[in-house]
């Protein structure tokens, strides 16, 4: 597939809208936080305050330089009634906290940078693989329900991941095209990525990997022609090929920290306290249980099977089998169709999504999120299997349908970008509460993983209680101590962190994810005995799996309002795809056999 100058710029700037309208529009997040450090990092520019732009040892700074600016900015304008304040209004409820309006302005903040990277990565992938791996990788990774919901949050992993991704994919650009530009590219979001969050540091390694796999591809074509003097060469070639390169993108990697202002101040500070951090994260368990395969684990490791569980459950039916049919297409049928990329890019690839999960689970603290950057680099080997099955297709219907085999790129990116819009945007805006419908949905992933990440489904709780009269004066009880903040964005009453059945408040409110970790707040137990009994005022269920629950105290409701989102019909598609394709897969290589 080519595109000319101006579809290519069309086509990047329809990605850029639909990538910044599904993260900026109505966004939950759980963390406080990063609220409060992106307020106080603006202030401190603002001011000359260098010293205090160090706020957090992750230590964050691209997503409170993107967040921060973006708080001021919607105070400004909120404090002089300009109807400017449109430009951030849109993506509130109407029921939004001021505290609320602040948190989707920063997120809208993260949301143009996350946009401009998915565009920028995009971009990249048309040179290392055509348009057709471009536009199937960037419509994937956009639509990626686990990757979109971390993009709707005020935190560091989806920043980091997107960054990550883009470095290692210009590097590959890079060396497959021979332009130095793409290894400065790989280099400035490498550093920008450090600065985001410390396991970025997985570069390093990773770049010297790449290079070193570059040159020993090469020397084994060489080797032969320098029967002398061949140690000069070797280490001619090791410099050219190696340390030089090497220098070059470690330069453009230091580079965002040499223009960081506490790197100026007291940069053997900063350093100490970033390494102490991970230390400690790779010594120190999580301090809270953690379910998987139904079991609670408190204070030990978690198992090597986590975060691989983890990924599967958190991925789409769409992603996980394209990305077996890439593995297929590259090992036991690579001679079978056009390769989309060089398979020295895509086992590096490959390499960097497994190293990544390893090197994360050395840690002894682990959080599905933390291996955000192997999910995302998975949506990119997904369109590469997509794109290696579009040639086999092409291939075996060239010959009688050539009109047919001419379509099939466009229909197949299509249908699998289509599919997973399709499993992905029913649960809008809370797209974190999508789990494989491959492997059973939500119904299977409630026993298997820790659900509610993000708190899904805490704007239509503060919806339902926006509507009760003197909203102001009423006080939620909630089960679930860290759903507190999220409820803080749309609630505009008091929140308390103790149920009781004798106080005096108006609604008890049950989190899954707290009876899932056996994370209860005080008299929460106590106060479930007393409600269970009752009829819930509101229920927000999720694929079947209730969520939330909204008691009102001292009695039941008159009836139950339900929000329900997601379709577990949505099973059956996902075992029809995967038949479909299976099957699809198996006619197309017998037909090029016969061809042949």
């Known amino acids: 597939m080519t595109l000319s100058r101006r579809a290519s710029g069309w086509a990047l700037a329809g990605l850029f809208v639909i990538s910044f309208v599904l993260r900026a529009y109505r966004p939950i997040s759980w963390p406080g936080q990063w609220l409060e450090r992106s307020q106080a990092f603006v202030s401190a520019l603002v001011k000359g305050n260098l010293d205090k732009l160090y706020q957090s040892y992750h230590p964050g700074v691209t997503t409170m330089a993107l967040g921060g600016p973006a708080i001021r900015l919607l105070d400004k304008l909120t404090l002089d009634g300009s109807p400017l304040r449109v430009l951030f209004s849109w993506a509130f409820p109407p029921y939004a906290t001021p505290t609320g309006e602040r948190v989707t302005a920063a997120v809208m903040g993260l949301a143009v940078g996350l946009a401009v990277i998915i565009v920028a990565t995009t971009w990249v992938l048309s040179k290392l693989g055509g348009w057709e791996v471009a536009l199937a990788g960037g419509g994937l990774l956009t639509l990626a329900p686990y990757f979109l919901a971390n993009s709707r949050v005020l935190h560091l992993d989806a920043m980091m991941s997107a960054l990550m991704l883009l470095s290692a994919l210009s590097l590959l650009a890079g060396l497959h095209v021979g332009q130095r530009r793409y290894l400065i590219l790989s280099g400035l979001a490498g550093g920008l990525a450090l600065l985001t969050k410390s396991p970025a540091v997985f570069l390093f390694p990773y770049t010297g990997l790449v290079l070193l796999t570059y040159l020993v591809i090469r020397l084994r074509h060489e080797w032969a022609g320098h029967q002398e003097g061949r140690a000069r060469w070797l280490l001619r070639e090791v410099w050219r090929d190696v340390v030089r390169p090497g220098l ?20 053997l500070q900063v350093l100490r306290r970033i390494y102490a951090q991970v230390e400690w994260s790779r010594t120190v368990p999580h301090p809270h249980q ?26 789409t039916f769409v992603t996980l089998t394209l990305g077996l049919v890439a593995l297929g297409g590259y090992t036991i049928w690579r001679r079978r169709a056009r390769l989309p990329v060089p398979p020295v890019s895509f086992w590096l690839l490959v390499a960097y999504a497994v190293f990544f999960v390893v090197q994360m689970s ?17 949506e990119i080997l997904a369109a590469i299997g997509l794109v290696w099955l579009v040639s086999l297709l092409q291939a075996a219907v060239q010959e009688k349908r050539p009109r047919v085999g001419r379509r ?9 970008i289509g599919l997973q819009a399709l499993v992905t945007l029913p649960f809008a805006p809370d797209y974190g509460a999508h789990f494989n419908y491959l492997l059973g949905g939500n119904r299977v992933a409630v026993r298997m993983i820790p659900i509610m990440e993000q708190n899904e489904g805490i704007m239509y709780v503060g919806e339902y ?15 679930y101590r860290s759903g507190a903040f999220s409820l803080r964005q749309y609630f505009p009453g008091d929140i308390l962190p103790e149920m009781s059945p004798d106080a005096a408040y108006e609604y008890d409110l049950f989190y899954t994810i707290a009876d899932q970790r056996q994370r209860y707040t005080v008299g929460a137990e106590a106060a479930w005995q007393t409600q269970k009994a009752n009829t819930p005022a509101l229920v927000v269920r999720f694929d079947g799996v209730d969520y939330l629950k909204l008691y009102q105290k001292g009695g039941s409701a008159k009836e139950t309002e339900v929000v329900r989102r997601g379709w577990s019909g949505l099973i059956a598609l996902a075992w029809i795809w995967t038949v479909a394709l299976a099957g699809t897969l198996v006619w197309a290589l017998r037909q090029e056999r016969a061809a042949a």
């Open 248 to 267: 070059w993108w470690a330069l453009f990697v230091v580079l965002p920290f040499a223009l960081w202002p506490p790197m100026w101040l007291e940069p």
């Open 290 to 315: 953690t379910l998987f395969a139904g079991r609670l684990y408190h204070g030990e490791q978690l198992t090597v099977l986590f975060y691989p569980t983890a990924m599967a459950f958190r991925s």
């Open 362 to 378: 050395l840690s002894a603290k682990k959080i599905v999120r933390y291996v955000l950057p192997t999910q995302a680099a998975t």
């Open 408 to 416: 099939l790129p466009a229909m197949l990116i299509g249908l699998a």
């Open 465 to 479: 209680l926006g509507r009760q009269p003197g909203v102001e004066g009423v006080t939620v009880a909630v089960s």
